[in-house]
């Protein structure tokens, strides 16, 4: 059984920055992949970025250059860095990590004013 926490979320001006990080407990070596995703009321979730168990990285173009994904294995943590905000960034940011099955966190709420 894996779970996940996310924290860094709040209120920020558009242009700012915030720094999620997803802690892990419980056993995720092996993991495929770990990842984040956002989500607005009305719209399905889409993936904002990952990071496989190679160290690889994706991102949805609309962040590229301003988002950034890492992750401590020692640590059993992800961080999403997201540089110069925008208001359609404004979203719940899950944590997800895929190991064997798929496990997500209860999300962090986002808010980017303009």
């Known amino acids: 059984q894996v779970q996940l926490v996310e924290s860094g979320g709040g209120l920020v001006q558009a242009g700012g920055s915030l720094r999620l990080s997803c802690a892990a407990s419980g056993s995720i070596f092996g993991f495929t992949v770990m990842g984040w995703y956002r989500q607005v009321p009305g719209k399905q979730r889409e993936l904002v970025a990952s990071?496989?168990?190679?160290?690889?990285?994706n991102y949805v173009d609309s962040v590229w250059g301003r988002f950034t994904i890492s992750r401590d294995n020692a640590k059993n943590t992800m961080d999403l860095q997201m540089n110069s905000l925008k208001p359609e960034d404004t979203a719940v940011y899950y944590c997800?990590?895929?190991?064997?099955?798929?496990?997500w966190g209860q999300g962090t709420q986002v808010t980017v004013s303009s």
């Open positions: 990071i496989n168990r190679l160290g690889r990285k």
């Open positions: 997800n990590i895929v190991v064997g099955t798929e496990y």
